[in-house]
């Protein structure tokens, strides 16, 4: 604040007044680096240090460390790899069964298919159209033998040949 007032009333008066404004903050700034250095300056050596010949020693308690450290670890990383397993498993198998269901819709649209046009193709006016168009009448009476049907003596008989069979010696 004071050197602001200072500031101002440079600007008002001399500019003598300004010079010696700026002398002094120069000073204050010169002050200031001096004290963040402190009294002495910096000097850096560099210190040449041989460790070739050290030889590290094993510590006994380390290795047990390390080693309990290396089970544990080992241990939480199995039991992530069988989640992530099992996860993308059971992914993998719904996957498979909307696979499965969009199959079986499929499979059920077909069969729905097939009976309508076996509906169709059964159609007894159908059938007796086409057979019309082909030439075929209707079947007198006695011109129609079911197979397993007790037969009638008394109707008309359709003639059988029988296949000779020889007689083995």
């Known amino acids: 604040m004071a ?3 200072m500031v101002a009333q440079g600007m008002m008066g001399t500019s003598r007044d300004a ?6 903050n120069a000073r204050l700034l010169a002050a200031q680096r001096r004290g963040r250095r402190g009294p002495t300056p910096e000097a850096l050596f ?3 240090i041989d460790n070739t010949r050290l030889v590290k020693a094993d510590d006994p308690a380390r290795a047990r460390e390390m080693r309990s450290f290396a089970y544990a670890m ?4 199995s039991l992530a790899l069988v989640y992530g397993w099992q996860h993308f498993s059971a992914i993998e ?3 498979r069964m909307e696979a499965e269901k969009q199959q ?3 499979l059920e649209e077909q069969n729905r298919q097939m009976r309508l046009t076996e509906a169709q193709l059964a159609d007894p006016a159908r059938i007796d159209t086409m057979a019309r168009e082909l030439g075929l009448v209707t079947p007198h009476p006695g011109q129609v033998v079911h197979p397993g049907a007790p037969v009638d003596n008394n109707g008309a008989v359709m003639a059988e040949a029988s296949p000779v069979v020889p007689a083995i010696h």
């Open 46 to 48: 560099t210190k040449r």
């Open 19 to 24: 010079e010696w404004v700026a002398e002094h």
């Open 74 to 77: 080992a241990f939480l990383l």
């Open 3 to 5: 050197t602001q007032a």
């Open 104 to 106: 079986v819709q499929q």
């Open 93 to 95: 198998y719904g996957y």
